[in-house]
T-cell receptor, first 111, second 109 residues
Framework: EDQVTQSPEALRLQEGESSSLNCSYT??????LFWYRQDPGKGPEFLFT???AGEEKEKERLKATLTKKESFLHITAPKPEDSATYLC????????????FGSGTKLNVKP | SQTIHQWPATLVQPVGSPLSLECTVE??????LYWYRQAAGRGLQLLFY??????ISSEVPQNLSASRPQDRQFILSSKKLLLSDSGFYLC????????FGPGTRLLVL
């Protein structure tokens, strides 16, 4: 069964304290892995797409990496405005319309 | 660039009442459209997707239905709401990746 698991469920960091979020997945065939940021009461905001193991993408303090079984979202020197829920999703290669989402990691960065 | 509109933003409905949520997309033609539901503290659950007018695929058998009467309009409906239908409903469009609308918060009492 295709599924996505994110850990930890919640993460509290001090401003400037770097850390990583994990997304592990099992899917029959992976077309792409996606990271989103979601603020309370809003729709998810697209961050990154990763297509193959070894690929990395960066945006400001965020860096996403991909292996054959998991992805990491590294947050370097986070700021309070990075506080949000981060969602991971995988797109199956046998049906481009099927996206499987994890439950998310709720990040709280304290000043 | 694409813009996704969802209406209404919030909705409080009694159990057993009907439902109609609307999603419209600007800035693209013949988009692939999606309805998701997000329960509190949980991930997004794909409900329906559509690759064209009148073409609907259902992912989860339930109390809801979807329709696509126009190229850039996607509607989520129910004839009789259940308590379990409460949640945050998101419309999305796929263009390489998926982009989401602002969502509709539905509370069934």
């Amino acid at each position: 069964e295709d599924q996505v698991t994110q850990s930890p469920e919640a993460l509290r960091l001090q401003e400037g304290e770097s850390s990583s979020l994990n997304c592990s997945y099992t899917v029959s065939g992976l077309r792409g892995l996606f990271w989103y940021r979601q603020d309370p009461g809003k729709g998810p905001e697209f961050l990154f797409t990763l297509y193959s193991a070894g690929e990395e993408k960066e945006k400001e303090r965020l860096k996403a990496t991909l292996t054959k079984k998991e992805s990491f979202l590294h947050i370097t020197a986070p700021k309070p405005e990075d506080s949000a829920t981060y969602l991971c999703a995988v797109q199956a290669s046998d049906n481009f319309n099927k996206f499987y989402f994890g439950s998310g990691t709720k990040l709280n960065v304290k000043p | 660039s694409q813009t996704i509109h969802q209406w209404p933003a919030t909705l409080v409905q009694p159990v057993g009442s009907p439902l109609s949520l609307e999603c419209t997309v600007e800035g693209t033609s013949n988009p692939n459209l999606y309805w998701y539901r997000q329960a509190a503290g949980r991930g997004l659950q794909l409900l329906f997707y559509s690759i064209g007018i009148g073409q609907i695929s259902s992912e989860v058998p339930q109390n809801l239905s979807a329709s696509r009467p126009q190229d850039r309009q996607f509607i989520l409906s129910s004839k009789k709401l259940l308590l379990s239908d409460s949640g945050f409903y998101l419309c999305a469009v796929r263009w390489e990746t998926q982009y989401f609308g602002p969502g509709t918060r539905l509370l069934v009492l």
